[in-house]
């Protein structure tokens, strides 16, 4: 998907999926993504401080599509 990042499922008990989304160059966790209730869809939420190109938000962005259709 990304030279630069991956997604790694998080154990949960829940309806909806998390993830944790890592650096591939050295596994630090960048960020995750997680249901939001309140807004009714899968959001990306960043560690601090982290730094993103359009290359990586793009493939978060798709991931985060990816994930939606999956729930329609």
């Given amino acids: 998907m990304s030279k630069y990042i991956e997604f790694q499922e998080v154990p949960f008990k ?14 630090t966790p960048l960020g995750k993504i997680q249901w939001y ?23 978060v962005q798709e991931f985060l599509q990816q994930l939606m259709d999956e729930r329609m």
């Fill in 14 to 27: 829940g309806k909806t999926k998390r993830y944790l989304i890592i650096s591939k160059s050295d596994e």
């Fill in 37 to 59: 209730s309140a807004w009714r869809q899968y959001v990306f939420m960043s560690g601090f401080p982290t730094i993103w190109n359009k290359d990586c938000l793009i493939t």
